[in-house]
């Protein structure tokens, strides 16, 4: 790994750390000081805070599969981590870096949290209207997929540009424009 390919991992792991003890410092503050029956209100009906449980992914999908999304969780981590050491640009080491702290927080959770081993279920906070509540660990997550989703669109609109002005610059090609006459 070359000096800049360092300093690139360097930002992402710092972004997952910072996600990490900020995800992990709201979640033993909701703990400490919410309840699963009562929402305290932030944005009206909007935002609120209320502490919920959670056995499964987004939207508690795989609720019964607590196990295996712990196992996906720890690969999507590894995967991340050789993802971080690869970045290629700052933007894309801060993307990832918030993708990896926001998949970290939340597998701590489903280590570390009860009722198991393995088997926790992640503690969410952030209550959306009816929708759903969630965490700053999901909140990272959609961040990070945003800086990458931003960071594509910028090189792709990049790379369009570069090549239309190449071709503005280079004047037509040889064959556009001419016609073979058969006389």
Request: hydrophobic content about 50%; charged content about 10%; overall charge positive.
């Amino acid at each position: 790994m070359n000096r800049e390919q360092s300093r690139r991992f360097a930002t992402a792991c710092l972004a997952a750390g910072v996600v990490v003890l900020v995800d992990q410092a709201t979640k033993a503050a909701a703990l400490s000081g919410l309840s699963q029956d009562e929402r305290l209100p932030l944005l009206g009906d909007l935002l609120g805070l209320q502490l919920a449980f959670n056995p499964g992914a987004i939207l508690s999908l795989g609720a019964g599969f607590t196990g295996l999304l712990t196992l996906l969780g720890i690969g999507a981590v590894m995967v991340l981590i050789v993802a971080a050491a690869r970045a290629r640009t700052g933007w894309w080491a801060v993307g990832i870096g918030l993708i990896l702290g926001g998949a970290i927080g939340n597998l701590i959770d489903r280590l570390f949290s009860p009722p198991g081993f393995g088997v926790g279920h992640v503690t969410d906070f952030l209550a959306y209207g009816t929708l759903f509540i969630g965490n700053l660990a999901d909140v990272a997550l959609g961040a990070g997929v945003i800086v990458l989703g931003l960071n594509i669109w910028i090189r792709h609109r990049r790379a369009r540009t570069n090549t239309a002005d190449a071709g503005v610059a280079g004047g037509p090609s040889p064959a556009a424009g001419s016609a073979v006459s058969g006389s």
